[in-house]
């Protein structure tokens, strides 16, 4: 065996001669693994970030959360003997400026101890604390759309307030979660003169606690929980500031470095048709090699020597752009992002992206390197002509076990280990059916009747004659218009579920806080207003889940999956008789004069998570007191027709002595709609007028940034597709050069010999269609169904256009790499065959 030093040398000036051959396995490594590593490394800048500014994202070292009431004088000296607490108060209002335009706003209130961490910028500069008595600072958004100005006055509830600046930054913005407005801060002094907050209006108090360094927020948090059972506050630590913020961001990305993952799978077969064309190129050296002496593991040493360094030198050029990627979507995007990523290089994304490179790189090169070491050299030279050698088995073991490294690395690293075991059992999935496919075409393309017409006969002997690429061009083909399919449908999905089916369903306005004394009179001021208007009242009040079928939320070590009501308050209602949009699949609903113990109808998904069945018992804590209900039903909901929706609905009596309102949607004409938007405001202070249009472009604007970031991800794996398709051409040029020499000599023209090639393409590129159309359409149901839970309504014009398009996308490349055959001069090219 000669020594590495040796085998290097020869390898290196190899190859320095020609490195052309490996481009595609550069290229298709370098896509893969950089977006990879982009992925992992902006997820993680992003997450890291989160756990950095976790006490300025939150406000404190922890964070008692209480709905609808305040603090009492006993909590408040428990937070005092843990640390420095400061007191917040959040609730929905209408901003209205001197000439009667409102605006719905986040308000919010103030003590002199904010900000506990972080710094508060105005346009002016930094401030502690709240402003000044009767002073008011607000958002940029606020400034633009009422035109409002420093030193002019906004009111809100009963009380006008002078605007002494424009807020900058808000520390604690994060931590504050989703607002359907802009913000607009006054002193907690300011409050009551407000007149917003009455018996059963729907607010939230916070009190940030700062501790001493020494202090465990999270033994602080259930000590004092211990301390006051009844609080029934939601507590959160500063080491997960903006909980759902950050689930959002770890499960996008887990989602998207899959579909990165199967972008590196696909470029993977790029890098095995790379290596089998460059090692076609290579044949003579090899033949060389043997006669001179060399062993077939010396020679598959070199060659494989130069394949590893073209590899590694891809991956790291990958890791590069991964790396870098964060700081530059964070310039480009850094309005879009939750956070900006930190400037940090991230080792962790990066060395499991470098892993799966180099495993892709070992699963799909050593196949037709091994190939080369069965060959005698005799063989190696008329290879051309009598096909590839079979893989020993010693090859097949090692392919079997870097691809079983991949999925194990994919499943050990993903946060939904059997979501992303089903995502790679998909791809699996789908390459054997294009496999599969492949040796159907060769096999009926051999069963066939020969055409009369050479033209036509030689085509369809291109198909499943030896050493044809029927296989890898099925293959190539296939997971290109598959993918340009799902794009398509998840994309027109998306948009039909936004711009068409949502707002014929939904109403004009919601309106919160509505007193229940004054219901009468804002239906008669709706109905004033549009005779024909739909107006739909419940009472409203918000609780946290404290116990469902015995066990405690506070002692669960981890909530069920699925059970995202028992993070945090929830709305609750009670109805008679069963809400609009809603069907019973359990249970039977209570009397309309219903007066016994308190009863509960729950979401049936909810129940499922919870394991709720009829006849559990379900507690939940309204205003500090504990009520208790025995499932009565289960139910499912539409929760698409924006409608008032609640997962836990309650019977008649099971509140009434907590002070409540009502909320309400309305829906009436364009000119009501602008008449109600001043009126309401104005007759009813405290009251909170939601315009559904702004709703929409909220979540509009968020789920085309994800549709944007999924489509970003599967363009990497389309490119990956065409270099695979590429690949595939190239890697059978050689035996297509030789046809064509042959064809030339017998007397065929360079248009018959390229009319094969593309009666060739059109072939595969048609059946292909067909098999795509059926597999895109799933794998994008899949997605709007399951990750966006929605109606799966793809455009049947566009997806096809799509599906044309890429067919003659595909076509077009197949005859543009077949297109230097033609150039091919017989006597040079029968001298090198």
């Known amino acids: 065996m000669l020594p590495l030093a040796t085998l290097w040398r020869i390898a290196r000036r190899d190859l320095a001669t020609r490195i052309r051959g490996l481009r595609l396995l550069a290229v298709c490594l370098f896509l893969g693994v950089a977006t990879l590593a982009a992925i992992g490394s902006l997820t993680r800048g992003i997450t890291s970030e989160l756990e950095v500014r976790g006490q300025t994202i939150l406000g404190g070292d922890v964070e008692f959360s209480l709905p609808q009431r305040e603090a009492s004088l006993e909590e408040m000296a428990g937070f005092r003997r843990v640390g420095t607490p400061s007191a917040t108060v959040r609730l929905r209002a209408m901003a209205n400026d001197p000439d009667g335009e409102a605006l719905l706003s986040e308000l919010k209130a103030v003590d002199g101890a904010y900000p506990l961490y972080g710094t508060m910028r105005l346009e002016s500069g930094a401030r502690q604390g709240p402003p000044p008595p009767g002073g008011i600072w607000i958002g940029k958004d606020l400034v633009s759309r009422l035109d409002l100005k420093v030193g002019e006055r906004v009111k809100f509830g009963e009380t006008s307030f002078l605007i002494d600046g424009v807020i900058a930054e808000e520390p604690d913005r ?28 729907l607010y939230e108090s916070k009190y940030r606690v700062r501790l001493p360094d020494s202090a465990n927020p999270e033994a602080v948090g259930k000590a004092l929980t211990a301390q006051f059972p009844d609080a029934g506050w939601d507590i959160t630590d500063s080491s997960n500031g903006a909980p759902g913020t950050r689930r959002f961001i770890e499960r996008m990305g887990q989602f998207l470095s899959l579909v990165g993952l199967a972008a590196l799978v696909i470029a993977g077969i790029g890098v095995g048709n790379g290596v089998a064309s460059y090692l076609a190129g290579k044949r003579p050296g090899l033949a060389t090699l043997k006669v001179l002496g060399a062993d077939s593991g010396t020679v598959a040493r070199i060659f494989g020597l130069q394949i590893l360094t073209v590899a590694a030198v891809s991956i790291v050029a990958g890791l590069i752009v991964g790396a870098l990627a964060p700081a530059i979507i964070g310039a480009i995007a850094g309005d879009v992002l939750p956070v900006k990523p930190g400037v940090a290089i991230y080792p962790l994304p990066l060395a499991v992206s470098a892993a799966y490179g180099l495993l892709i790189a070992i699963a799909f090169a050593l196949p037709p390197l091994a190939a080369t070491r069965r060959v005698p050299a005799a063989g190696l030279y008329r290879a051309t002509v009598s096909g590839a050698a079979r893989i020993d088995r010693q090859t097949v073991v090692a392919v079997a076990a870097a691809l079983a490294a991949i999925i194990a690395l994919a499943v050990g690293t993903a946060r939904e280990p059997l979501f992303a075991l089903g995502f790679i059992g998909a791809a699996i999935g789908l390459l054997l059916i294009l496999v599969g496919l492949g040796w159907l075409v060769r096999h009926t393309a051999s069963r066939l009747p020969r055409p009369k017409r050479p033209l036509f006969r030689l085509a369809l002997a291109n198909l499943h004659r030896p050493g044809a690429a029927t296989g890898a061009l099925v293959v190539a083909l296939g997971l290109g218009l598959t993918l340009f399919v799902t794009l398509a449908a998840i994309q027109t999905s998306i948009t039909a579920e936004i711009r068409s089916t949502v707002p014929q369903r939904a109403p004009s306005f919601f309106v919160l806080d509505v007193p229940r004394t004054e219901t009468a009179r804002f239906q008669t001021m709706v109905t004033a207003a549009d005779p024909k208007a739909e107006i739909n009242m419940i009472p409203a009040l918000r609780g946290s889940v404290t116990e469902f079928a015995g066990q405690r939320v506070d002692e ?28 019973l699949v359990g249970g039977a609903w209570w009397a309309a004069d219903y007066k016994g113990p308190p009863l509960v109808s729950v979401e049936q998904e909810v129940a499922t998570s919870l394991g ?17 209900a025995k499932v009565a039903s289960l139910r499912t909901v539409n929760w698409d027709n924006f409608g008032l929706n609640y997962v836990l609905v309650f019977s008649p009596g099971t509140f009434d002595a907590a002070p409540h309102n009502m909320v309400a949607t309305v829906a009436v004409g364009p000119e009501a709609e602008v008449a109600l938007s001043r009126s309401i405001p104005r007759a009813f202070p405290s009251a909170s007028l939601i315009a559904v ?35 595939a051409i190239a890697a ?9 020499v042959i064809l030339k000599l017998l007397g065929a023209t360079r248009g018959q010999i390229l009319g094969a090639q593309g009666m060739e393409y059109a072939v595969l590129a048609g059946i292909l269609a067909v098999l795509a159309l059926g597999l895109g359409l799933a794998g994008a149901w899949y997605v709007v169904t399951q990750l966006f839970d929605f109606t799966f309504a793809p455009d049947p014009l566009i997806v096809g256009a799509t599906l044309i398009g890429g067919a ?18 017989p006597a040079q090219a029968l001298r090198s065959l």
């Open 556 to 583: 669960l070590a981890e909530l069920p999956e699925g059970a995202w009501v028992l993070r945090g308050d929830r709305g609750l209602t009670y109805s008679p008789v069963l809400p609009s949009g809603s069907e």
């Open 174 to 201: 994060l931590g504050e979660g989703f607002t359907l407005g802009p913000v607009a801060i006054i002193g907690l002094a300011d409050l009551p003169a407000t007149q917003l907050i009455q018996p059963g209006s």
């Open 693 to 727: 249009r702004d709703v929409v472009s909220q979540v509009t604007t968020l789920l085309t940034q994800m549709s944007q970031a999924i489509a970003a991800a599967a363009s990497i794996a389309i490119l990956a597709g065409i270099a695979v398709l590429i690949g």
């Open 732 to 740: 059978s040029r050689e035996r297509r050069v030789y046809d064509s």
């Open 808 to 825: 003659g996308l595909s076509f077009l490349i197949g005859i543009a790499g077949s297109w230097p055959l033609l150039s091919a001069k």
């Open 612 to 628: 709720l069945k009829i006849g559990d018992t379900l507690s939940v804590n309204v205003l500090g007191v504990e009520v208790q």
